[in-house]
T-cell receptor, first 113, second 113 residues
Framework: DTEVTQTPKHLVMGMTNKKSLKCEQH?????MYWYKQKAKKPPELMFV???????INESVPSRFSPECPNSSLLNLHLHALQPEDSALYLC????????????FGSGTRLTVV | GESVGLHLPTLSVQEGDNSIINCAYS??????FIWYKQESGKGPQFIID?????DKRQGQRVTVLLNKTVKHLSLQIAATQPGDSAVYFC????????????FGSGTRLLVRP
């Protein structure tokens, strides 16, 4: 298995809702990432997990809460989002320190209404 | 500060011609570079990578060139096909943290039939 699987593919949520994005990989990668991508822009790093521990938080607002339950799963919990948080949320994984490159999922298209 | 940028936001080429997508980076300490292809509605797809101890690396129909003297990276696509139409991003591995991948602003490649 050489894929990163993200669910759901599309999500529409209200500003008072709580939802979660899920990411799964079975490549044995011990580093996992959340990126945010706005239209016509490059992906921007949000969080990095290394060996299931949060190693980088790029000053992301607390309404985004990451979780890494085990070495194959990565979640992003969403609460009280704003319309400007609408974007494509990408999950990626790699071996530690990016050796061998980073594999991206297809993303979750999030719309906040 | 660190930045990875592209000279041309949009490149239009005739089917069958060769394409060259350029990228400039500012951090001379970066040691790992990746080219990604992103089609509409999909996540970034790995194309080819290169480490700073190399000047050139070839894949199937693609070649990456690295000029460390002028901090320039290019992606060459031979015999461009309609399926090559996409946005192409260069990315560098930040030296201050091996887990951070910094993306350039992207170039849209349009292949004319």
């Amino acid at each position: 298995d050489t894929e990163v699987t993200q669910t759901p593919k599309h999500l529409v949520m209200g500003m008072t809702n709580k939802k979660s994005l899920k990411c799964e990989q079975h490549m044995g990668h011990r580093a996992m990432y959340w990126y945010k991508q706005k239209a016509k822009k490059p992906p921007e790093l949000m969080f990095v997990y290394s060996y299931e521990k949060l190693s980088i938080n790029e000053s992301v607002p607390s309404r985004f809460s990451p979780e890494c339950p085990n070495s194959s799963l990565l979640n992003l919990h969403l609460h009280a989002l704003q319309p400007e948080d609408s974007a494509l949320y990408l999950c990626a994984s790699s071996h530690p320190q990016g050796q061998g490159g980073y594999t991206f999922g297809s993303g979750t298209r999030l719309t906040v209404v | 500060g660190e930045s990875v940028g592209l000279h041309l936001p949009t490149l239009s080429v005739q089917e069958g011609d060769n394409s060259i997508i350029n990228c400039a980076y500012s951090n001379s300490a970066s040691d790992y570079f990746i080219w990604y292809k992103q089609e509409s509605g999909k996540g970034p797809q790995f194309i080819i990578d290169i480490r700073s101890n190399m000047d050139k690396r070839q894949g199937q129909r693609v070649t990456v060139l690295l000029n460390k003297t002028v901090k320039h990276l290019s992606l060459q696509i031979a015999a461009t096909q309609p399926g090559d139409s996409a946005v192409y991003f260069c990315a560098e591995n930040a030296p201050d943290s091996s887990y951070k991948l910094i993306f350039g602003s992207g170039t849209r490649l349009l292949v004319r039939p």
